[in-house]
């Protein structure tokens, strides 16, 4: 299977504290992107870190890449609530047909 | 910018009967738009590459007969479901891939439509 695993498959954590996730992937990658779903509803794009990039921020929102393990982490700090989501990461695969294949996902819930 | 729509949002119909998706990038011309199928609390699962002017590219174990793909025009990609089963009852996502001008491989993805298959 082309698709990325992530871990942990769920995650519950109280408001305040960080939640961390990772990806795995399998080929080489040009970048990773991170998206949010919330429960029934459409992708949200987070971030995309290149490959070139070891760390990326934004906002609350901070992303690691480490192309020798094939892997990325998506550390979300002061968790809130409305964090509540399904966390995916996305590579692309297949050379120049370049389609974007979704990781397994990481259900996000933040208890108030 | 970067807006693309799918329509309807949520669909219920019989068994049998097909059902078509639109999807619609509302302010870029996108030359390929891609089709993904999620089945509760799982991930987003690819299911065919659509070029526009060009038949669509269909992933590992999806039907391409069941599973009607149109790119009509740079803004316009259907779905369509035909002769409509209880198990094709999931969530459907398009997915469009700007013509020109992205630094990378930018895509922008639809709200999705829900189709319930009695």
């Known amino acids: 299977s082309q698709q990325g695993e992530e871990d942990p498959q769920a995650l519950s954590i109280q408001e305040g504290e960080n939640a961390t996730m990772n990806c795995s992937y399998k080929?080489?990658?040009?970048?990773l992107q991170w998206y949010r779903q919330n429960s029934g509803r459409g992708l949200v794009h987070l971030i995309l870190i290149r490959s070139n990039e070891r760390e990326k921020h934004s906002g609350r929102l901070r992303v690691t890449l480490d192309t020798s393990k094939k892997s990325s982490s998506l550390l979300i700090t002061a968790s809130r609530a409305a964090d509540t989501a399904s966390y995916f990461c996305?590579?692309?695969?297949?050379?120049?047909?370049?389609?974007?294949?979704f990781g397994t996902g990481t259900l996000l819930a933040v208890q108030p | 910018g970067a807006v693309v729509s799918q329509h309807p949002s949520w669909v219920i119909c019989k068994s049998g009967t097909s059902v078509k998706i639109e999807c619609r990038s509302l302010?870029?011309?996108?030359?390929?738009m891609f089709w993904y199928r999620q089945f509760p609390k799982q991930s987003l699962m690819l299911m065919a590459t659509?070029?526009?002017?060009?038949?669509?590219?269909?992933e590992q174990g999806v039907e391409k007969d069941k599973f009607l793909i149109n790119h009509a025009s740079l803004t316009l990609s259907t779905l369509t479901v035909t002769s409509a089963h209880p198990e094709d009852s999931s969530f459907y996502i398009c997915s469009a891939r700007r013509l020109a001008g992205a630094h990378y491989n930018e895509q922008f993805f639809g709200p999705g439509t829900r189709l319930t298959v009695l």
């Open positions: 302010d870029f011309q996108a030359t390929t």
């Open positions: 080929t080489s990658i040009n970048n």
């Open positions: 659509s070029n526009e002017g060009s038949k669509a590219t269909y």
């Open positions: 996305a590579t692309y695969y297949g050379g120049a047909t370049n389609k974007l294949i």
